[in-house]
Every structure is written in C-alpha cells, then in structure tokens.
C-alpha cells in the first residue's frame, strides 16, 4: 500500500515557476514508477511525466517537454515535478500517482493516487 500526498500548487503567473512535491508512504517507493497527471475542468485527465523506479529514465507529454523536470528523491521517499515558463493552459489539479512496472502513459494503470494539487496560472 502507497499513500500520496502532494503539494505545491498554488496561483503564478504566466512565465513564472512553481514545484510540485509528492510524499509517499511505504517502504517499496523504490520500486514504483511514478507518474504526475492533470485534470483541468471539464477536460479529461491527462499524462504530464513519468519517471522509473530508479529515477534513470523521464518521460514527458509533448506540451510540457523542456519546460518541466521530473525527478525523485528515494531517500526522502518524495518525488518533485519542477515547472517552469508556466502557461495559462497547464492551469489544473495535478494528481501524482504510482504503479508497478513499467513506464505508461494511461492512467488507469497506476495504482495509487494523490488527492490533487491546484495549479493557476494566470495571463
């Protein structure tokens, strides 16, 4: 069992920065993928990064590539997703998530979720 808190979000301005953390409980974190998701109203959650359980390999949608970083911290059992040059459209709830195996993209196939981290930019 893996619990997820994040936190982080908050109201910045388009070209501003802000970073994400997500705690998580449990003695196996090392072994989980982990993964950062977005939902804005009325949109359907999508995938904004992930990253392998060692932290060697990060994958990011197209829209967020060379403006976030996602890494992790196994020791602290905390994950981070650095956002940076901001834009009104990554304003959304970010949910920070965890599954066994491999890589994906889909979110039904993480096992564990987060409660969600406000994230506004304004314009």
């Known amino acids: 069992q893996v619990q997820l808190v994040e936190s982080g979000g908050g109201l910045e301005q388009a070209g501003g920065s802000l970073r994400l953390s997500c705690a998580a409980s449990g003695r196996t974190f090392s072994s989980y993928t982990m993964g950062w998701f977005r939902q804005a109203p009325g949109k359907e959650r999508e995938f904004v990064a992930a990253?392998?359980?060692?932290?060697?390999?990060?994958y990011y949608t197209d829209s967020v590539k060379g403006r976030f970083t996602f890494s992790r911290d196994n020791a602290k059992n905390t994950v981070y997703l650095q956002m940076n040059s901001l834009k009104p459209e990554d304003t959304a709830v970010y949910y920070c998530a965890a599954r066994s195996g491999y890589y994906s993209s889909n979110y039904y196939s993480y096992d564990y979720w987060g409660q969600g981290t406000q994230v506004t930019v304004s314009s």
């Open positions: 990253i392998s359980a060692g932290g060697a390999s990060t």
